[in-house]
């Protein structure tokens, strides 16, 4: 063939990246001792290995040790006993620390993209030119947190040795995100890499001897299930972060319920990539190749639901097979190779069994006329079209090569089909009207959503889901949050209420009977069993009856609150006019309310009226911070800007506490509201005619209907039911342990957030019960990407 055959042809030659490097490295190890413990390279107490494999060829790389429940003892007690002296270490020492990490990185980078390309089977070009890069960014990134920690975070301190657990689709960059802030936040960690992908792990526990990484700082633990299982249940752990399935993300929230282990989880995802019919086709065609076939689709955040504008439909779709007919298939360490093989023959299995089932339900699936390689676990890019809102594939994560493909008539359509998943991790929207963009991006339920682009990452910027797919961040200064802890002021611990009704003695004289009703949607409502509850006061005599709140009760007022659209739709202004009108009623009728603490529980007067004067000042502060806990703008090292968002988390429901019963309340449900959630509140058990009696200061503070809803009863009963609602997006809690635990372990059915004291109380007169740590949790973080530029 010459010269001009073979222009014409413009055919790819082979373009091997060389392993030699790498397989000198894999002959001089000995895997048999790959548990990093304490700075010591150590072999599994119980003499078990597991193998690892190359997915393009099934060939076995390494037998690796293989951890047991004492391995994991051995490892957590190296970081506690490290733990102090690195927590008190200045933040210079370990951004110095991290800083070496990250530069010691650098001088290995190759080394660490073709492990990573051998033992994951994702091309080279993805391992060299986007996870290594970036783990190393994460590094050095963090070393200017380490150093920046007081300043940044003042009265946050690390929460202590954390146990990580990583997934195999990203081994290193997953590695980089969990240990980086750790590091820079004075923690220790245990981390347990995913038995598919033990190599680049093992490479980085080399670069923490070589960099000055303390003893016992750093432990890495290869291993399965029991590995993993023993680092989530072990009490010596003081955070679980978790990038995973949601289904195991599940099992760990149950098993952590009640542990008071912090608990960060980064799950599973089913990203629409909506494309508007003014869009590039092109530049789009080009970002949906990036946001589903990156690393074979084996990404959380895979763009995988393809819904495109009715107009643009066949000559989108007509780009996209004429693409995919161009993708290369073959070996990973071939520097062409756009699709390499699947990390394993169960998922290959997996992710075919799916498209079968696709099909089944009346999905039509295409590939482009290709040979796959006669050795590993290749599968072809899958383009499924007539894809139902119901179909398999358009809503159970594939984690495989496989686009699913709908079609919208307009901007409400397009936004409705998107939110049509148990998931929220990301999504991506297409327009050259920026205008559009920005109105659909803040409606979608995911946490990070970018324009015009996908698969945008940086150390700087959070990444993290909504709904199933986890809560938590990654990266950025959210996600050094969930390495940190604020010492809040704790109070008694909380007595669980007695189940048995208490005999109330009637109270003297003749008094009209008035029994206070339940709160649901801006009415006064009778209780849907049409029991009442008696209260008594400090004297044991009768103050007066609630309503006794059922599962019904709970059911209607969620109903209440998910359909109130105007007031998380208000500006953080308008909602800032709202609380201070209800302090200045609440303030109005401050002596009645001062009386009826005293009544209730015995308070002398300076007490009741001190209580009832910080409940307005702390509506006041809510009031005033509605529009100044605001978002940010990151500046990426990129031709982008991303616009970290505050969203409600939604629809949140608070159990408040017996002590100090009006503070407990209004402290817990003004920075809800402030922050645009609406709220269903169960008050106070033992005292809840102070909720009670705010019923009318809400009816003329102008607080729409249904923002604010107040369900009286049993406090275990009711939290309980709010934990198992799935239309209940966030859950704060101060009641007792027992309760606590439950309704932790309960809320996984859409793995709501879930904030409790753990059985105690706060001091809520206190400064510190108030802030910046209550508006913390009555947000979402959303990053938008907006690229700018030609």
Known sequence: MNILERYHAMEYGPAPEARNEADAWLAGRDFSKALFIGGDWKAAGGGKTFDTSEPSSGKLLAKVSDANAADIDAAVAAAAKALPKWSASSGYQRAKVLYAIGRAMQRHQRLFAVLETIDNGKPIRESRDIDVPLAIRHFIHHAGWAQALDRDFPGQKGVGVVGQIIPWNFPLLMLAWKIAPALAAGCTVVLKPA??????????AEICE????????????????????????HPGIQKIAFTGSSEVGKIIRKATAGSGKKLSLELGGKSAFIVFEDADLDSAVEGLVDGIWFNQGQVCCAGSRLLVQEGIADALIAKVKTRMSRLRVGSPLDKNTDIGPLVDLTQLDRVKGLIAEGARQGAVCWQPDATLPSSGYYHLPTLATGVSPANILAQEEVFGPVLATMTFRNTEEAIELANNTRYGLAASVWSENVNLTLHVAPQLKAGVVWVNGTNMFDAACGFGGYRESGFGREGGREGMFEYLSAKLPLGPVIKPATSSAQPVEQADGVAIDRTAKLFIGGKQVRPDGNYSLAVATAKGKLAGEVGLGSRK????????????????EATAYNRSQVLYYLAENLSGRAEEFAARLTELTGANAKAARDEVELSIERLFLYAGLADKFEGRVHQPPARAVTLALHEPVGVVGIVAPDDQPLLGFISLVAPALAMGNTVVAV???????????????????????????IVTGRTAELAVVLAKHDDVDGLWLFTDADTCAKAEAESIGNLKRVWSGNGRSLDWASEDAAGDVFLRRAIEVKNVWVPYGD
């Open 683 to 709: 008050p106070s058990e033992r005292y809840p005619l102070l909720a009670t009696d705010l019923y009318q200061v809400i009816e003329y503070s102008d607080v729409p209907a249904g923002a604010v809803n």
């Open 210 to 233: 070589r960099a000055g990484v303390p003893k016992g700082v750093v432990n890495i633990v290869q291993g399965g299930p029991e590995a993993g299982a023993a680092i989530v249940n």
């Open 195 to 204: 038995e598919f992908t033990p190599l680049t792990s093992i490479l980085f």
């Open 553 to 568: 009760d709970i059911r209607d007022a969620v109903s209440a609150a998910r359909a109130c659209k105007s007031w998380p």
